[in-house]
């Protein structure tokens, strides 16, 4: 029963490298977001994708941060120059369309030292 | 400003017990969803509610959505040690432009 994944589990950074999350959705699901968790808060919206299309970016916090779903499938989020405040979970989300039930990752914790 | 503010932030108790969270806001909210994450884990959801005054059951949760569709209430009867979790209010409302807006959760704790 394939979920939606997500690697890597945990990544340490220190500050200033870049790194690269991967979320691997459920198969067929056209529909994809990218939140940011941060310690003791719920998600916060970051991106959205429909297919290969990234329709939405207005969660972005900084053009550091940048997603990517080239074929419409997997999907990268990039953040650039890490800082401190980078340091949260990230989930990864897709469902069928924008508004119907989002099934999530696990998440990636990034901590940036 | 939280657009959705969850109370209580924390809840401590004991198996057994009954329990009400609450979700509210200043927005009419189109839908609200309730959602469960676990440690380490992904937001499950749990329930949607789309009708103001609309209520439903899930074993012994309880959901209910307000009239007027700006606050949402879930009630566990008998709350048992695997009910743990952080609770995540969330929705769309007109605002927020197709995106899922969350709280910032219950933790709650179920002591055996």
């Known amino acids: 029963g394939a979920g939606v994944s997500q690697s890597p589990r945990y990544k340490v950074a220190k500050r200033g490298q870049d790194v690269a999350l991967r979320c691997d959705p459920i198969s067929g699901h056209v529909s994809l977001f990218w939140y940011q968790q941060a310690l003791g808060q719920g998600p916060e919206f970051l991106t959205y994708?429909?297919?290969?299309?990234?329709?939405?970016k207005s969660g972005l916090p900084s053009d550091r941060f940048f997603a990517e779903r080239p074929e419409g499938s997997v999907s990268t989020l990039k953040i650039q120059r890490t800082q401190q405040e980078d340091s949260a979970v990230y989930l990864c989300?897709?469902?069928?369309?924008?508004?119907?039930?989002?099934?999530f990752g696990p998440g990636t914790r990034l901590t940036v030292l | 400003t939280q657009l959705l503010e969850q109370s209580p932030q924390f809840l401590s108790i004991q198996e057994g017990e009954n329990l009400t969270v609450y979700c509210n806001s200043s927005?009419?909210?189109?839908?609200l969803q309730w959602y469960r994450q676990e440690p380490g884990e992904g937001p499950v959801l749990l329930v949607t509610v789309v009708t103001g005054g609309e209520v439903k059951k899930l074993k012994r949760l309880t959901f209910q959505f307000g009239d007027a569709r700006k606050d949402s209430s879930l009630h566990i009867t008998a709350a048992q040690p695997g009910d743990t979790g952080l609770y995540l209010c969330a929705g769309h409302y007109g605002g927020s432009q197709g995106n899922l807006i969350f709280g910032k959760g219950t933790k709650l704790s179920v002591k055996p």
């Open positions: 994708f429909q297919n290969e299309a990234q329709l939405d």
């Open positions: 927005s009419v909210f189109s839908s």
């Open positions: 989300a897709s469902g069928w369309t924008r508004y119907n039930e989002q099934f």
